[in-house]
């Protein structure tokens, strides 16, 4: 994995992060700009993911991408929105993080 592919996911990651604090926020206080400003955000994060795709093949590009944002997300829902995950959903995120950690893992050259 190269270092412009990390680079890329770690800036995706944020972008989705923005625009899904945005959402949540659009729901709870229903004021237009915030659904505006969610918009942008996510088409900011396609744009980002388009060259994290081009970087690193679209599986791997959306898995980490995906399992980042689910990590994160839920922290902020945790601690922003006072929202609470039951156990089974704790071990799907948990399962998500094996997962992106098995991704990560590097694979031997190629004959």
Do not use: D, H
Not at 1 to 23: C, H, K
Not at 92 to 100: E, I, Q, T
């Amino acid at each position: 994995m190269s270092g412009r592919f990390l680079f890329f996911l770690l800036l995706s990651i944020p972008i989705f992060l923005a625009g899904a604090t945005a959402s949540r926020a659009y729901v709870s206080y229903e004021r237009w700009p915030l659904l505006a400003l969610s918009l942008l955000l996510y088409c900011l994060g396609n744009l980002v993911m388009i060259r994290l795709m081009r970087e690193g093949g679209l599986g791997l590009a959306i898995s980490l991408s995906a399992i980042g944002q689910l990590v994160a997300i839920n922290a902020i829902a945790f601690l922003v929105f006072g929202e609470r995950m039951t156990g089974q959903q704790m071990a799907g995120v948990a399962l998500g993080v094996v997962a992106m950690g098995l991704m990560l893992v590097p694979v031997g050259s190629k004959p």
